[in-house]
């Protein structure tokens, strides 16, 4: 009783503009959890309509055969986790996925590759399909691994709106991961982005064997970004046969429940996206995830090369909670 009133009013940070500290972000995390899901909801209903929620639609443009080896990642050349190396979509391939996202309600389309970094003539066929996709009238995102700054700009140019580039752990984490890049290599290219003017899609995947400091510390890399990422993606591990990390442990569905409060918190004007991992998840812990904060979601039946919920499934899921999508409320 004691401990909990203490924990309560104990002062963790001072706003939101000041520099959060690794401590005071597991601090959060030790909050009894009605106690964080309340500031959560304090700091998510200041910010935003509790019921609206933003839909972005995944396409892998560029499928398999990656040249980096991200652990959890399927793509990745160095597992044999049996995804086809596909050549790269056209760009009538990818209007007609992104009209078809359009329809079923989404408002971004999140063109996602499996390279180390895009080639010259990689670009130039992005370009095109960010033209395109920006014609329609959607918010566009890319996340083609590595940027210079020539090609922030070409992007910047295109039209695109998001860069989608996570730092997905801690630092002191990410060696475990990923040996063919360093942490310093995913923040030079972010600074790049942010350079160009572009927003920025920044987040991480939890289940990976990190600690709880670990994931203070992934929110600290975050949320003391100046300014802080526009949109933060926490992925749950998709734990994929063929994969380094494909026999970890589940974490408990609460402790990505906190995850999702924590960065709400933290970061409270930024989309704190429920992202991959909601096919394995129940019903009800989606739930406490818009709950604790989470106002966006991936929307469509396919993430880059594992399941999500069917559309089906998602809408449902909205009007059973009485959600309603950010494109519906404007037309
Ligand atoms: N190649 C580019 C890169 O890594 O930046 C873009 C595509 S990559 C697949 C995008 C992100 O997907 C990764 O940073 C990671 O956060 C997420 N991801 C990949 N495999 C995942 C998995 N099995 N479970 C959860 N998230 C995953
Ligand atoms: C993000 O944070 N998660 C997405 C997106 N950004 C590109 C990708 C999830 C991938 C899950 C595994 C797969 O489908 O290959
Ligand atoms: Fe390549 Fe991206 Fe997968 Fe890493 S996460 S192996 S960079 S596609």
């Not at 309600?105 to 670009?123: I, K, V």
């Not at 995850?259 to 909601?278: D, E, N, Q, Y």
Request: glycine residues 8%; contains cysteine; proline residues 4%.
């Amino acid at each position: 009783m004691q401990t909990q009133a203490v924990a309560f009013h104990r002062p963790i940070a001072a706003n939101e503009n000041s520099r959060w500290s690794v401590a005071a972000i597991e601090a959060l995390f030790q909050l009894p959890f009605a106690d964080l899901m309340f500031r959560a909801q304090q700091v998510h209903r200041e910010h935003f309509d509790p019921n609206q929620v933003q839909l972005s639609t995944l396409l892998s443009i560029k499928t398999g055969g990656c040249s980096e080896d991200c652990g959890y990642c399927p793509q990745s050349a160095f597992h044999d986790a049996g995804v086809e190396n596909r050549r790269m979509l056209d760009v009538d391939e990818v209007v007609k996925a992104a009209k078809a996202a359009q329809q079923a309600g989404a408002d971004r389309f999140c063109m996602g590759a499996a390279w180390r970094e895009p080639s010259a003539e990689d670009m130039a066929a992005v370009v095109e399909m960010v033209k395109a996709v920006r014609g329609l009238g959607m918010e566009t995102c890319a996340t083609l691994g590595m940027l210079n700054e020539a090609q922030t700009a070409q992007l910047k140019d295109a039209g695109l709106d998001y860069y989608n580039h996570n730092l997905d752990t801690a630092p002191e984490f990410y060696g475990n991961i990923i040996s063919t890049r360093d942490y310093q290599d995913r923040l030079d290219t972010l600074e790049r982005v942010r350079k160009a003017g572009m927003h920025i899609c920044s987040g991480g995947i939890i289940g990976m064997g990190e600690s709880l400091t670990q994931r203070a510390g992934l929110i600290a890399q975050l949320a003391n970004m100046e300014p802080y990422p526009e949109s933060v993606p926490i992925n749950n591990l998709v734990k994929v046969e063929g994969t380094p990390l494909a026999d970890q442990q589940d974490i408990d569905p609460l402790d990505f429940v906190r995850m999702i409060a924590v960065a709400r918190i933290t970061m409270p004007k930024a989309r704190v996206r429920l992202s991959a991992g909601r096919q394995q998840m129940g019903e009800a812990v989606q739930a406490l995830c818009f709950l604790a904060g989470a106002n966006s979601i991936f929307y469509g039946d396919q993430l880059l090369t594992t399941g999500n919920p069917d559309v089906e499934r998602d809408r449902a899921l909205m009007d059973k909670l009485g959600m309603y999508p950010f494109a519906e409320q404007h037309g």
